[in-house]
């Protein structure tokens, strides 16, 4: 799992409350346990105009000029700025797969799905919960100046603007230590490597008969 240190990013705004997993990424593209290649189909339903199934070109596929990921100014993007409870519906973990693989490597919001905001740590992405009123103010400031980005600081925990104004959050700090070392639950097991190699030799050398 790639670190997460500091990022200044391009911002793109999805102005929708209650987006679930199944509006991320839908369901007919489940079919694989890979973290990548979800990416062209983040938000397929809203993003095309057609219906997307897996294993389309979807560079043959129309584009909905409507959808905001579509825009050009948004060309480029990895920060997410979301409405109340984004993440929400089933547990998949291929929705932070497809954000991720799209580009996105924070997402800001004032509330999120408890097992979505939970994938996004293991997935190497940062999740981050602002007041209501705050991510009102950066809509607005994202939509009035093309090129928005901002600065997030996870070992500051802070979001900066381009005015300079600074934006606390909160963030548990074994998950803090995890992005920052770039350590999935596969990463935190190997690093009792040496640990679990000399419980093997135990066991083997205790129990013979369990492994002939």
């Given amino acids: 799992m790639d670190k997460f240190t500091q990022l200044t990013g391009l911002v793109a705004p999805l102005d ?38 897996p294993g389309m070109d979807n560079s043959k596929r129309k584009l909905n000029p409507g959808f905001v990921l579509n825009q050009p100014r948004y060309q480029g993007v990895s920060v ?21 693989d799209f580009g996105f490597r924070s997402i800001i919001a004032p509330s999120f799905a408890d097992i979505f905001y939970n994938n996004c740590f293991k997935n190497g992405m940062l999740p981050i919960v602002l007041p209501a009123d705050v991510v009102d103010r950066l809509f ?18 802070t979001v900066t603007t381009p005015s300079g104004a600074v934006h606390p959050f909160e963030v548990d700090m074994s998950r803090k230590h995890n992005l920052l070392n770039g350590l999935d639950d596969i990463g935190l097991t190997m690093q009792k490597q040496d640990s679990i190699k000399l419980f093997e030799v135990a066991h083997k050398a205790s129990q013979p008969w369990l492994f002939n």
């Fill in 140 to 157: 607005a400031e994202v939509e009035a100046n093309p090129g928005y980005q901002l600065n997030v600081d996870l070992q500051a925990q």
């Fill in 80 to 100: 997410l700025l979301a409405r109340e409870n984004f993440g929400c519906g089933s547990s998949r973990e291929h929705a932070p797969w497809a954000l991720e």
């Fill in 16 to 53: 929708r409350a209650n987006v679930d997993t199944d509006a991320i990424i839908p369901k007919q593209f489940l079919k694989s346990i890979k973290r990548s290649g979800f990416g062209p189909n983040a938000f397929d339903e809203w993003r095309y105009l057609d219906h997307g199934e």
